[in-house]
T-cell receptor, first 110, second 113 residues
Framework: GNSVTQMEGPVTLSEEAFLTINCTYTATGYPSLFWYVQYPGEGLQLLLKATKADDKGSNKGFEATYRKETTSFHLEKGSVQVSDSAVYFCALSDLGDMRFGAGTRLTVKP | NAGVTQTPKFRILKIGQSMTLQCTQDMNHNYMYWYRQDPGMGLKLIYYSVGAGITDKGEVPNGYNVSRSTTEDFPLRLELAAPSQTSVYFC????????????FGPGTRLLVL
């Protein structure tokens, strides 16, 4: 079945550091890929998405590219801020069936 | 739009008690979902609905029931609470078949003692 594997956390970075959170997927079809972010005490919010191979999703300085050849959708940001501290979930949706990775907790220190 | 709202925010139950977690969305979305989130785990799908009057089981439905009498509301019922149901529960919705982004509520934290 479809599944998502995420880089284990937690990840701790200093402000302005470069961020990469790895995500790989297994799917039988042609899924859409997502990154969701969960701030403390809140629900998940869509951060970015990509619907087909080679698409790049971007939002708030975060980017991820849908790589079919490596079945990956790694999240990157060039310069993180304290306000980026949250849990990040990679997910795929195939015909509406959404599967989530385990989440990666990011802490950014001043 | 308020989006997806959930009540209560937090609840403590005793083993064997029952309760209903409420979920309402005001976006006229056809699809609605209930997930549970356990520590260090991703979200697991409990039940989902593709429209009023239509519900189906997800990955972990045991111990839960749902109903969908209106487009807006999708309550989740726990009949005999067990410690294994201690979790954070999220409701989500999406517009329709060709729109895959899900929109989440703020969650309900449930503790069963």
């Amino acid at each position: 079945g479809n599944s998502v594997t995420q880089m284990e956390g937690p990840v701790t970075l200093s402000e302005e550091a470069f961020l990469t959170i790895n995500c790989t997927y297994t799917a039988t079809g042609y899924p859409s890929l997502f990154w969701y972010v969960q701030y403390p005490g809140e629900g998940l919010q869509l951060l970015l998405k990509a619907t087909k191979a080679d698409d790049k999703g971007s939002n708030k300085g975060f980017e991820a590219t849908y790589r079919k050849e490596t079945t990956s959708f790694h999240l990157e940001k060039g310069s993180v801020q304290v306000s980026d501290s949250a849990v990040y979930f990679c997910a795929l949706s195939d015909l509406g069936d959404m599967r989530f990775g385990a989440g990666t907790r990011l802490t950014v220190k001043p | 739009n308020a989006g997806v709202t959930q009540t209560p925010k937090f609840r403590i139950l005793k083993i064997g008690q029952s309760m209903t977690l409420q979920c309402t969305q005001d976006m006229n979305h056809n699809y609605m979902y209930w997930y549970r989130q356990d520590p260090g785990m991703g979200l697991k799908l409990i039940y989902y609905s593709v429209g009023a009057g239509i519900t189906d089981k997800g990955e972990v439905p045991n111990g839960y029931n749902v109903s969908r009498s209106t487009t807006e509301d999708f309550p989740l019922r726990l009949e005999l609470a067990a410690p294994s149901q201690t979790s954070v529960y999220f409701c989500a919705s999406r517009p329709g078949q060709n729109q895959e982004t899900q929109y989440f509520g703020p969650g309900t934290r449930l503790l069963v003692l």
